[in-house]
């Protein structure tokens, strides 16, 4: 399931909430790309991206207010890669 909500960060440009196990926090993140073994993130306070193994994540889910539905920014998202 982690790399389900990776996916969905990256596919929607979404942010989810992830447990890191190094630190037992949880951290809001938004991801940029995922390779075989690592994920590539950004975080609201730190601009610049971090890269760290998968096995990093203890549990990732969605961030408050955010219920996945991805049907009601369907018609956002096409009208942005239109403009790009």
Do not use: C
Not at 19 to 44: C, G, P, W
């Amino acid at each position: 399931m982690v790399r389900r909500f990776l996916l969905y960060s990256q596919r929607h440009g979404r942010p989810v909430k992830a447990l890191f196990a190094e630190t037992m926090k949880y951290q809001n993140i938004r991801v940029d790309s995922i390779e075989e073994d690592q994920v590539t993130y950004h975080t609201a306070a730190r601009k610049t991206p971090v890269t760290v193994p998968i096995s990093a994540f203890l549990s990732v889910s969605y961030a408050r207010g955010d219920d996945g539905d991805t049907l009601k920014f369907a018609v956002w998202e096409q009208e942005e890669k239109a403009h790009e």
